[in-house]
């Protein structure tokens, strides 16, 4: 089999209706299998999609296991030669697939590929392509000077961001919301570390991948990530995210002197502090979506997946807020919202 995909869910029963729905067209001519693992979801998810996606295989957890349990518990079933770890919240061309593929293919030394991910107003989302976190570089993007220089290879660290979106780079990070693992790379590796239950298992595996010698790929392959709406931002979120960086630093830079272990978990605390009084004090705007000035609707009886991904790619700086409407499944989503007809 070429490739396994493996999306964790929890309470996006929409968003994933239609990444699957954009996945299976794009696995059309792969030799694919689709887990979908299901983390205890409170809003009907399995017994709405089941029904609608007999090919697709779904684990039911009886609790929140965290991210990383619940795609370890797919990988271990994967046969593919790759998989493909995939947050709910996506939406992929009819080619995405085909076309990382082939690349895999081409260079038996990418252990992970990765993708230009846009939110659902076409913006590019840093994360994409990172660095490891450094002290340095997480102090730049703490102070704002990775926003102030990010062409300047000293303060753009931390998300690469002097590397051109729209070209290929061997980069150190990618993001687990799309993140295509050769199998032979995680044997080596390991899988996921199931002590980050949310966030940093990206980073930690993008790591060790690193370290077996294999290397990390960013691919301009532009896909839609909604950001947010399969983990949304509360203060829960920045507690896990932080702690997540913790696990990472104890996990990786143990061994380093004093004045670095310290200059590190100060950072993180630095860190975890200011995001902590943003997420109490500053009202919450899902995916910036009050700051939209037109809206366009794409129906999909007339335009495709890839055409969609690539019209958001070609006006991402038009403020436009971009809703797919799927008329057979009565449907409209978008960066902020699911409309039901």
């Avoid at 968003?15 to 693992?37: G, H, M, P, R």
Wanted: proline fraction near 3%.
């Amino acid at each position: 089999m070429k490739l396994s995909i493996v999306i964790v869910n929890y309470n996006v029963k929409y968003y994933l209706e239609q990444c699957l729905d954009s996945v299976l067209k794009s696995a059309q001519n792969l030799d694919t299998e689709i887990f979908v693992v299901d983390n205890h979801s409170s809003d009907g998810s399995l017994e709405y999609l089941i029904p609608k996606f007999p090919s697709v295989h779904f684990i039911a957890n009886k609790e929140n296991a965290g991210f990383s349990t619940a795609n370890n518990q797919a990988i271990e079933q994967a046969k593919g030669e790759y998989i493909l770890l995939l947050n709910p919240d996506t939406v992929l061309g009819e080619d995405t697939l085909s076309k990382i593929c082939r690349r895999m293919d081409e260079n038996a030394q990418i252990g992970a590929a990765g993708v230009k991910m846009l939110d659902g107003f076409g913006r590019f989302l840093p994360e994409s392509k990172r660095g490891f976190p450094s002290p340095w570089d997480s102090f730049t993007k703490i102070s704002g000077l990775s926003r102030l220089f990010p062409r300047s290879k000293i303060f753009g660290g931390y998300h690469l961001s002097y590397l051109d979106e729209n070209e290929a780079h061997e980069v150190e990070v990618l993001a687990g919301a799309f993140m295509m693992l050769r199998k032979e790379a995680i044997e080596k590796s390991g899988s996921l570390d199931n002590r980050f239950f949310m966030y940093g298992e990206d980073i930690d595996l993008s790591y060790r991948i690193h370290q077996t010698y294999y290397a990390n790929y960013y691919f301009p392959e532009p896909i839609i990530h909604y950001k947010g709406e399969s983990t949304k931002k509360d203060i829960r979120y920045v507690k896990h995210f932080y702690e997540a960086m913790l696990i990472f630093f104890n996990k990786h830079y143990l061994r380093s002197n004093r004045l670095f272990k310290w200059t590190i978990r100060l950072a993180i605390l630095l860190t975890y502090c200011m995001a902590a009084i943003r997420k109490i004090f500053v009202p919450a705007q899902s995916g910036g979506a009050r700051h939209f000035k037109n809206e366009t609707v794409f129906n999909l009886r007339e335009i495709s997946y890839g055409q969609i991904i690539n019209e958001m790619n070609k006006h991402s700086g038009e403020h436009t807020l971009f809703k797919i409407y799927h008329p057979d499944r009565g449907i409209t989503v978008s960066a902020n919202e699911v409309i039901l007809s």
